[in-house]
């Protein structure tokens, strides 16, 4: 099972990738993790890739396709995977599909989960993130719920780079719905409704064939 989503930030792919991997067992792969813990480690990914994620912008294509390229070969995304945050444009989701085709793979369903931008700005602006084991709140969480730990926000998610988000998905990765739709294998779910709600039809989708 070879899934994508698609979403603007905000728009609960972690969410629903972590309810996902619940079920299927199938490992959740997001580029916005991978070069979080990359900029902290200081690696060469990293150096390159911080003052675009800094300013809310893309980082280069290349950086990220041979990031993936690599991750994508590993053992455990053999059997099936679920994609966060990359594709991001097109010329990354033909990549995509040239690396998967080489060994015989295809993408099976891509999920485009639907929010309202008025409503994408209050969630990134109140989202805190766990520093000990990365799980998404609020800010109403004094603590992480999980595990007790310092609840923090994201650089990217202050005010002032939101809206250059917002802008940078409309323009490079709103495409990739024709993108995907023209493959055939979209899904478009309204996500501005409750967590399970929406993966109801989450799982009614990936499950569709
Ligand atoms: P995310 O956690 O998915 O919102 O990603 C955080 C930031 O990482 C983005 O704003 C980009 O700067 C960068 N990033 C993550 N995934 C990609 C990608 N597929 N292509 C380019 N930049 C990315």
Same mark, same amino acid.
């Given at each position: 099972?070879?899934?994508?989503?698609?979403?603007?930030?905000?728009?609960?792919?972690?969410?629903?990738?972590?309810?996902?991997?619940?079920?299927?067992?199938?490992?959740?792969?997001?580029? +916005?993790?991978?070069?979080? &813990? $990359?900029?902290?480690?200081?690696?060469?990914? #990293?150096?390159?890739?911080?003052?675009?994620? !800094?300013?809310?912008?893309?980082v280069p294509d290349d950086l990220i396709i041979d990031l993936m390229r690599e991750r994508l070969a590993q053992e455990d995304a053999l059997?099936?995977?679920?994609?966060?945050?990359?594709?991001?444009?097109?010329?990354?989701?033909?990549?995509?599909?040239?690396?998967?085709?080489?060994?015989?793979?295809?993408?099976?369903?891509?999920l485009a989960i639907e929010v309202p931008d008025e409503d994408i700005i209050k969630r990134l602006s109140s989202r805190r993130v766990c520093?000990?084991? +990365?799980?998404?709140?609020? &800010? $109403?969480?004094?603590?992480?719920?999980?595990? #007790?730990?310092?609840?923090?926000?994201?650089? !990217?998610?202050?005010?002032?780079?939101?809206?250059?988000?917002?802008?940078?998905?409309?323009?490079?990765?709103?495409?990739?719905?024709?993108?995907?739709?023209?493959?055939?294998?979209?899904?478009?779910?309204?996500?501005?409704?409750?967590?399970?709600?929406?993966?109801?039809?989450?799982?009614?989708?990936?499950?569709?064939?």
């Amino acid at each position: 099972m070879n899934i994508v989503l698609l979403g603007a930030p905000g728009a609960g792919k972690g969410t629903q990738a972590q309810l996902l991997i619940k079920e299927y067992g199938i490992p959740h792969i997001s580029t +916005g993790d991978i070069l979080r &813990a $990359a900029v902290k480690n200081e690696t060469p990914l #990293g150096l390159k890739a911080k003052s675009f994620m !800094d300013a809310g912008e893309l980082v280069p294509d290349d950086l990220i396709i041979d990031l993936m390229r690599e991750r994508l070969a590993q053992e455990d995304a053999l059997k099936g995977f679920i994609l966060d945050g990359f594709p991001r444009t097109t010329t990354q989701a033909a990549a995509l599909d040239t690396v998967l085709s080489e060994d015989g793979r295809r993408i099976d369903c891509a999920l485009a989960i639907e929010v309202p931008d008025e409503d994408i700005i209050k969630r990134l602006s109140s989202r805190r993130v766990c520093r000990v084991c +990365g799980y998404t709140g609020s &800010a $109403a969480d004094a603590v992480c719920p999980q595990c #007790g730990g310092e609840m923090y926000q994201r650089d !990217d998610d202050k005010t002032e780079t939101i809206a250059n988000r917002l802008a940078v998905y409309q323009r490079s990765t709103a495409p990739l719905i024709n993108y995907y739709s023209g493959a055939g294998v979209l899904v478009e779910i309204d996500g501005n409704r409750a967590v399970d709600e929406v993966y109801s039809d989450v799982k009614a989708a990936v499950e569709r064939d």
